[in-house]
């Protein structure tokens, strides 16, 4: 089927015409905002010469760890459980396969967004029997205001750029042909640790241990578009 010349499409001209002129640039931005959470990994693990103590004693040191986490109210805003495990330990020596004990262990994700009482509650963690505590990672939401602010500034950018070039013509920009976003690089909900801390108490201690002082990484949040503009025609 042949259509009519008046309703054959046209083939696209990337470059523009000398009476509509394009002009193509990127804008970026690169901002630097306070992190809206943190995250830290708790291990809580055990060691028994049976199984059922190995269990028992996990079950108690787990619920001992969710409990302390809880008393901490709305500043944590998300508390998951993950891996869990039992596994023997085998005598070195001797023959056959003879359990010499049994290893238990159980990780635990908490998510904060008050960081006062953050480094308290690393403190009281790493303060219990056999926990381990990993973190902090900071981060901002996916939906942080951050995000949207880098997207408009590099889209400012963009038209800034191209009303720069279309000015060193003697013109002025006529209309906005395409925005395509490529995207915020640094979106990430969890980027890379900026620190770990490691412990493990095996007794309780008799006085509280004082909370850390944990200063907050800045998070870096970047955004860039490409953007098409026509230019009313310059006098060349």
Not at 43 to 71: C, P
């Amino acid at each position: 089927m042949t259509l009519p010349a008046a309703d054959a499409p046209h083939p696209a001209v990337p470059y523009g015409t000398p009476d509509a002129p394009r002009i193509a640039v990127r804008g970026e931005a690169r901002l630097e905002v306070d992190p809206e959470i943190a995250r830290i990994g708790i291990t809580v693990a055990s060691r028994g010469r049976d199984r059922r103590a190995a269990l028992d004693d996990l079950t108690r040191r787990n619920a001992a760890a969710l409990d302390l986490v809880k008393t901490y109210g709305e500043a944590v805003e998300r508390l998951e459980t993950g891996a869990f495990s039992i596994s023997p330990e085998l005598r070195e020596k001797g023959r056959g396969e003879r359990v010499h004990a049994y290893h238990g262990r159980v990780h635990l994700t908490a998510e904060l967004t008050d960081f006062t009482a953050l480094g308290e509650l690393t403190t009281r963690l790493a303060d219990l029997e056999l926990t381990r505590v990993d973190g902090p990672w900071w981060a901002l939401r996916p939906d942080s205001p951050a995000h949207r602010q880098a997207r408009q500034q590099a889209v400012k950018e963009a038209v800034q750029r191209a009303r720069e070039y279309a000015e060193a013509l003697g013109t002025s920009l006529a209309a906005l042909v395409e925005l395509a976003d490529i995207g915020a690089e640094d979106a990430q909900p969890y980027p890379q640790p900026s620190g770990r801390m490691r412990s493990m108490a095996y007794g309780g201690a008799e006085d509280a241990a004082p909370a850390l002082d944990l200063e907050p990484q800045r998070q870096k949040v970047h955004a860039a578009v490409n953007a098409r503009f026509t230019m009313n025609p310059p006098r060349i």
